[in-house]
């Protein structure tokens, strides 16, 4: 059973009331009625970041980003998203700025358009990419630079690799963290921090 809790109703126009949900944090936008992780330092193992959250008074925001320092200080091994998920941004440092993040597993979901500079900043473990088949703002590749197929099947959800580019393969974006050697494509015009 899920405990929902509404923590604060603050009513300056800086401060976003936030609703704790299985000890992750979001940050609730009343006018939107969209949603941002925030924080969970007591989270551990494998996450799903579900597409809403309801609050105390039944309210329900759609889950649109995760913000800075997000996940710094939890214990996580890997972070899913529902199939219909809403996340559009993983923000700069998300996973954190202080110690290095125990992430090993990261899925990038279907409607996913923006990793800031620094989204995968002190992840020195994350070693798997998965790619929603129905993303197009990214493509994955193996370590070899080899595009890694989407299924076209109806069953298959993710497809997994270890590089990140844009879909023309002018932006790197990420190199899975036991990738030894990388030959990077004349196409690549920008490589994006961390």
Aim: one cysteine or more; a positive charge.
């Amino acid at each position: 059973e899920k405990v929902y809790l509404f923590i604060n109703t603050m009513s300056s126009p800086r401060k976003r009331p936030v609703v704790e949900v299985d000890g992750i944090k979001y940050k609730i936008d009343t006018s939107s009625k969209t949603a941002s992780v925030s924080s969970s330092p007591q989270a551990t193992g494998d996450l799903v970041i579900p597409e809403t959250i309801t609050d105390s008074k039944q309210r329900t925001f759609k889950i649109t980003d995760l913000s800075s320092t997000a996940f710094e200080g939890s214990s996580i091994k890997s972070i899913h998203f529902s199939s219909d998920s809403e996340v559009v941004q993983l923000s700069s440092n998300c996973f954190g700025i202080v110690a290095p993040s125990t992430l090993e597993t990261l899925e990038l979901p279907p409607k996913l358009l923006m990793l800031d500079d620094d989204w995968c900043f002190l992840t020195p473990n994350l070693k798997t990419i998965k790619l929603s088949k129905f993303n197009p703002n990214f493509i994955l590749t193996d370590a070899s630079n080899q595009r890694v197929k989407k299924a076209t099947g109806g069953q298959e959800y993710l497809v997994e690799g270890c590089i990140v580019y844009n879909p023309d393969k002018t932006i790197l974006y990420f190199v899975c963290r036991n990738v030894p050697k990388i030959i990077i494509p004349s196409t690549v015009k920008r490589i994006a921090s961390s």
